[in-house]
């Protein structure tokens, strides 16, 4: 969703979240963040493809190693690119598993404690290689 730089008018200022502008200590605004549950068929910038593309494959490698120390939930990343803001959930990048729990067949959940290990590498990364200036992470212990 695009942000816009003035406050709304009352009667659509609940349907906004506020970010803060680092810079000029002055709040951005937005509806909603635009999900990158799918990213390949996104209708978004190509360099963030890419660097998504990346990410796949640097998290495949991870998982190989990982070690889950406390259960995470609703893990996301929301970050500013080209003024819309955009939310990375752990399936965007493929962090996740499979499990067979309850159902009896095996089906893919996500691994939100391993997106939360390397939230702040991918963060990191968005600012570096994309050059965003505004990202947060969000997640909470279970």
């Given at each position: ?86 939310s990375i959930y752990?399936?965007?990048v493929g962090a ?8 009896g067949y095996m ?36």
């Amino acid at each position: 969703m695009r942000i816009i730089y003035e406050e709304p008018k009352e009667e659509d200022k609940y349907k906004y979240k506020r970010w803060m502008n680092e810079d000029s200590n002055r709040y951005m605004w937005y509806e909603n963040s635009t999900s990158l549950y799918d990213y390949k068929t996104e209708d978004i910038p190509q360099e963030l493809k890419d660097f998504l593309d990346k990410w796949t494959d640097k998290i495949r490698v991870y998982k190989e190693s990982f070690c889950e120390r406390y259960p995470v939930k609703l893990a996301e990343i929301e970050f500013i690119y080209k003024d819309i803001v955009y939310s990375i959930y752990p399936e965007t990048v493929g962090a996740t598993y499979m499990t067979d729990f309850l159902l009896g067949y095996m089906y893919e959940v996500s691994w939100d404690s391993l997106f939360e290990e390397y939230q702040r590498e991918i963060r990191d990364d968005l600012k570096i290689e994309l050059g965003v200036r505004h990202s947060r992470y969000w997640g909470m212990l279970d």
